[in-house]
């Protein structure tokens, strides 16, 4: 398998811009930078023993200990290194599942190693994509968002599942709407996700739910904000997500978002964080494993 690295029209930071990590606690304490740079990173994931935060820069994946004291530390998936900012940690803590920039989703061991190609070939017709969001508290299911390209240039997604170990997908919305972000609820019950199924104008994302054959659809915010990418604190209870502008298509780069917490099930959200960001600040799950933290990626531009 040849190396896979991002072209020159991969996303780069702008003049002055940077990138930060972020830890936030849970009742709103004052978010604490952990990392600096300036350097494109997106999308941190937590470790499951809680000892690493693990992002995307470049196509490639690093670690760094939630203190920022330790790392970063490339995770080596070559010769696979056109990765994307979709990826999930087994909930072992054993292996981390990939998108890459093929289309195709990939397994390897979290210290690094050859990777395992999951996902099946589809008929090229179909310009057939696969995005991944979640894993099921089990670890034996996938959650991704499948993507076409329509002879009309026109773009299908749906929430799909998929075995962890590869297998057949399941199908469990039709289309009808643009929808992200797919991830489990920790009792496995649920699939939260972002859609435009409420929109009164292109764009107009919500947070909803469904229960895991794609029944009992719920939506869970109802404002003028665009609001996308789901996370379940461990504990079952609260709801972290990125709130856009109004009147945002899709989840663009360099936007005036807020990082909000609900209920899981619903109710009142409050403010943790504002900033410039967007793209990569939140794409994934990011819980401390006690839930009393999560991690994001700001993008300021220093003056």
Same mark, same amino acid.
Do not use: E
């Given at each position: 398998?040849? !190396?896979? =690295?991002?072209? +020159?029209? %991969? =996303?780069? #930071? #702008?003049?002055?811009?940077i990138s930060q990590l972020v830890v936030a606690g849970r009742g709103g304490t004052a978010p604490e930078i952990i990392y600096e740079s300036d350097q494109l990173i997106e999308a941190p994931n937590w470790s499951p023993d809680g000892a690493w935060l693990v992002y995307n820069a470049d196509g490639r994946l690093f670690a760094i200990s939630p203190d920022g004291q330790q790392g970063p530390n490339r995770i080596n998936t070559a010769p696979v290194e056109n990765l994307n900012n979709d990826h999930v940690i087994a909930p072992d803590g054993k292996h981390i599942y990939l998108s890459a920039n093929d289309g195709h989703l990939y397994v390897v061991p979290f210290e690094g190693g050859q990777p395992a190609r999951i996902s099946h070939d589809v008929d090229p017709a179909r310009r057939y994509r696969y995005y991944l969001h979640g894993i099921s508290p089990d670890g034996a299911t996938l959650a991704y968002v499948a993507l076409e390209q329509r002879d009309d240039g026109s773009t299908m997604t749906r929430i799909a599942t998929l075995p962890a170990e590869g297998g057949a997908e399941t199908y469990l919305s039709d289309g009808a709407c643009p929808v992200d972000g797919p991830e489990f609820s920790p009792d496995g019950q649920w699939i939260y996700f972002n859609s435009e199924a409420a929109a009164t104008r292109p764009g107009h994302a919500q947070i909803f739910r469904m229960r895991v054959d794609g029944s009992g659809g719920e939506q869970l915010t109802h404002d003028d904000r665009v609001n996308w990418f789901p996370? #379940? !604190?461990?504990?079952?209870? %609260? #709801? @972290?997500?990125? !709130?856009?502008?109004?009147?945002?298509?899709?989840?663009?780069?360099?936007?005036?978002? $807020? $990082? =909000? $917490?609900?209920? @899981? !099930?619903?109710? +009142?959200?409050? /403010?943790?964080?504002?900033? /410039?960001?967007?793209?990569?600040? $939140? /794409?994934? @799950?990011?819980? %401390?494993?006690?839930?009393? =933290?999560? @991690?994001?990626?700001?993008?300021? *531009? *220093?003056?």
């Open positions: 398998m040849p !190396s896979q =690295r991002p072209g +020159p029209d %991969a =996303r780069r #930071l #702008l003049p002055r811009q996370h #379940l !604190s461990p504990d079952g209870q %609260a #709801l @972290a997500y990125i !709130s856009f502008p109004p009147g945002t298509k899709g989840h663009p780069a360099d936007c005036d978002v $807020i $990082i =909000r $917490i609900m209920p @899981a !099930s619903g109710g +009142p959200a409050r /403010n943790i964080d504002r900033f /410039n960001g967007g793209q990569g600040t $939140i /794409n994934v @799950a990011s819980w %401390a494993p006690d839930g009393q =933290r999560f @991690a994001y990626i700001r993008y300021p *531009i *220093i003056p």
